[in-house]
């Protein structure tokens, strides 16, 4: 059986989709004749936990770990909740204090490419003697963080193996990116640390053709396409809500706003009286000052119903119940090739999904190839409209449902023999 060693930051009881993608690929793995070795921190920073997911790590799975120092702690002396807020990705850029810049300044320019680069040195020092005892040839590092994927090349240098880099977000060109305060020398140095990492893998994973498109215009090296997906059974005859619920799953970040949707709800609550009394928004996660504040504005607050983080099997049965289950990412050339990882499960849950994003959204693109909802950009309002009342009509009738089409090339089994073919 051959052994690969995995190197990754996410991993339970972190909770959210960063860790589910390689936990998966690790549950099914042996399944192919492939046995995972797993490396991990030992003490992390996980902005989010979900203790149930430490459930689905196969009991005979070889697990190593060292300790990782992460400046979070002591930045959190100072602003906790900011703190959690960067390190979760949400970075709001209106009315920040001079702390917040501060922060975001030193973030962006003093740990290169992230925060938890003082991991890299003592973890290749720690794996090359595992590389030694396990007899491993093949080590895989997924980010972000990409400080992980330097952990890859360090280990390339010093030892005869191959390293494939896989990549759940773009690096340079992701949205937050520009957020960060960069001085040019830092973009410079995140761009050579970028083309190292592309250049020197033996082959890259992606988890969208966009980003493949984007990373073949930087390495000659071969790059796959490997998407997140879905990891459980459809149940019949799930119990739906009586109300006509628009639920979204997951965080939305600071941009995930899409305005043309609050106003046609805010309009149609207006406009119709049965609609309104119907009507229900539910949010699971973290929700950014920037939605609630346009939310108040086009007075759907009455309708909002805030669930916080919930675990991973809490949020699969809610995506089965809700109506209507809603997919936004931001509006901007760079996210164009962004796909969510609640999208395959959003697809799995057999329920219309409301996709709105930037024009020519990879994302909202699968959507209407799978037949499993409708996509719009964040200019259209009719459209969206007539689909929004449609839908609430067959909601009233009883018949809200999707067909849909080829989405079980999705399942995360599907998609770990698409994983071994390529080990």
């Known amino acids: 059986m051959k052994k ?56 005979n799975l070889k697990l190593y770990s060292r300790p ?50 003082y991991w890299v040195k003592p973890s290749v020092t720690f794996l090359s003697t595992i590389l030694k005892e396990e007899g491993i040839t093949t080590v895989i590092t997924t980010g ?10 360090r280990l390339k240098t010093d030892h005869e193996l191959c390293w494939i880099a896989d990549f759940r977000d773009p ?25 190292e990492v592309l250049n020197r893998a033996d082959r890259l994973i992606v988890t969208s053709q966009t980003t493949k498109q984007e990373f073949q215009g930087l390495t000659k090296k071969p790059i796959t396409v490997i998407t997140n997906g879905y990891d459980f ?12 619920t628009i639920a979204h799953i997951g965080s939305l970040l600071n941009g995930r706003n899409p305005g043309n949707l609050w106003k046609v709800l805010s309009q149609l609550a207006t406009e119709n009286e049965v609609f309104r009394s119907d009507l229900q928004l539910e949010f699971i996660g973290v929700v950014s000052e920037d939605v609630m504040n346009t939310l108040s504005r086009y007075e759907l607050a009455p309708y909002v119903k805030m669930r916080g983080y919930v675990s991973h099997s809490e949020a699969i049965r809610r995506q089965q ?36 994003g930037p024009t020519d959204w990879e994302a909202g693109a699968m959507v209407m190839q799978t037949r499993t909802g409708q996509a719009f950009d964040y200019r259209d309002t009719t459209a969206l409209k007539e689909t929004v009342l449609s839908w609430y009509k067959a909601f009233k009738s009883g018949a809200l449902s999707v067909t849909s089409e080829n989405t079980e090339n999705y399942s995360r089994k ?5 994983l071994a073919e390529l080990l």
């Open 233 to 244: 059974e459809y149940q019949k005859g799930t119990r739906l809500d009586s109300g006509f």
């Open 414 to 418: 599907s998609l770990t023999g698409k």
């Open 68 to 117: 990782i120092f992460e400046p979070y702690g002591l930045a959190g002396l100072f602003s906790k909740n900011k703190t959690k807020q960067i390190s979760s990705g949400i970075i709001e850029t209106k009315n920040q204090s001079v702390l917040e810049k501060a922060m975001l300044w030193i973030r962006g320019n003093f740990f290169i490419p992230d925060a938890r680069k």
């Open 171 to 195: 690096w340079t060109s992701i949205g937050y990116h520009k957020k960060l305060r960069l001085s040019k020398r830092s973009q410079k140095k995140h761009k050579r640390l970028e083309h």
């Open 144 to 153: 972000p963080p990409h400080s992980v994927h330097l952990i890859g090349a």
């Open 321 to 356: 119940s809700a109506q209507v289950l809603l997919l936004v990412e931001i509006d901007s050339e760079e996210t164009k090739g962004i796909v969510p990882g609640k999208l395959f499960e959003y697809m799995a849950a057999k329920r219309p999904i409301l996709a709105v």
């Open 4 to 59: 690969v060693l995995i190197i990754t930051y996410y991993w339970p009881p972190a909770g959210g989709p960063g860790v589910q993608r390689w936990l998966k690929f690790v549950k099914y793995l042996g399944e192919y004749d492939i046995e995972p070795v797993v490396y991990v921190p030992e003490n992390a920073h996980y902005p989010i936990q979900d203790a149930t997911l430490s459930e689905e790590i196969p009991k």
